[in-house]
């Protein structure tokens, strides 16, 4: 996984590495049950270079815990990695740049349920 942490930080494949601040490569557990797959980062996880950190994120958490799981036990990743300006739809094109990147970190991780959050994610991973 750190060799494709490495990967996605360095990446040029679309437009979108030129206006972000930190590629989002996605964060958890390696050995995760549960992968949870966002759209896109947002302006806070644009900053922080993490998933899920802003408002969604203390939702997100707050459901967890609910659903009897720590953030920690999860795997947590979005379709693109680095941040749409204005927080748009993703393109087609930045899709296709980002989901080999995708499919490597469920390929690594093999978690049991992979579940989506958002148009974009499910129709990646239904498609």
Same mark, same amino acid.
């Given at each position: 996984m750190a060799?494709?942490i490495?990967?996605?930080?360095a990446?040029t494949?679309?437009?979108?590495h030129?206006?972000?601040?930190n590629?989002?490569p ?12 966002g759209?896109?980062?947002g302006?806070?996880?644009?900053e922080k270079?993490r998933?899920? !950190?802003?408002a +969604?994120g203390k /939702?997100?958490?707050?459901?967890l *815990?609910?659903?009897?799981?720590r953030? $920690? %036990? !999860?795997y947590? +990743?979005?379709v /693109?990695k680095?941040?749409?300006? *204005?927080?748009r739809?993703?393109?087609? $094109? %930045? !899709? ?6 995708l499919?490597r970190q469920?390929?690594?991780i093999g978690p049991k349920?992979?579940a ?6 499910t129709r990646?991973?239904?498609?």
């Amino acid at each position: 996984m750190a060799v494709l942490i490495a990967e996605i930080k360095a990446c040029t494949r679309c437009p979108l590495h030129a206006t972000r601040k930190n590629p989002v490569p996605g964060e958890g557990s390696l050995d995760a049950e549960l992968m949870l797959i966002g759209e896109a980062p947002g302006r806070w996880e644009d900053e922080k270079g993490r998933p899920f !950190v802003g408002a +969604a994120g203390k /939702l997100l958490n707050k459901l967890l *815990g609910v659903a009897g799981f720590r953030r $920690e %036990e !999860v795997y947590i +990743a979005n379709v /693109l990695k680095c941040r749409p300006p *204005g927080n748009r739809d993703p393109r087609p $094109e %930045e !899709v296709s740049a980002c989901t080999p990147f995708l499919d490597r970190q469920i390929e690594i991780i093999g978690p049991k349920v992979i579940a989506t959050l958002g148009r974009h994610s499910t129709r990646y991973i239904f498609s």
